[in-house]
């Protein structure tokens, strides 16, 4: 039987190397001293590869989120707040 919690473990545990191993950027595979975590899907992204959402102001990778070429100019959109733009 599955454990109706499973997903919600895999969340509150955020994916964090053992001391001692390289943590390497998502995007780039470039080994980094990465602090932050794509806010959809946890994996690491260093700062240059990093995108800031202009709606909900997460960090994602470029894999989490799409950029909107609109009437306004260019918006990074996380995919959460990408369903909700017309």
Do not use: H, W
Not at 51 to 57: F, G, I, P
Not at 67 to 80: A, R, S
């Amino acid at each position: 039987m599955i454990s109706p919690l499973r997903g919600v473990e895999g969340k509150a545990n955020k994916a964090v190397p053992p001391v001692g191993v390289s943590k390497a950027c998502s995007s780039c595979v470039r080994t980094a001293d990465v602090k932050e975590a794509c806010s959809q899907c946890d994996r690491f992204v260093c700062q240059s590869c990093s995108r800031l959402c202009s709606c909900c102001n997460t960090v994602t990778c470029s894999l989490c989120s799409v950029i909107d070429y609109g009437d306004v100019g260019e918006q990074v959109l996380c995919n959460g707040c990408s369903i909700f733009q017309v």
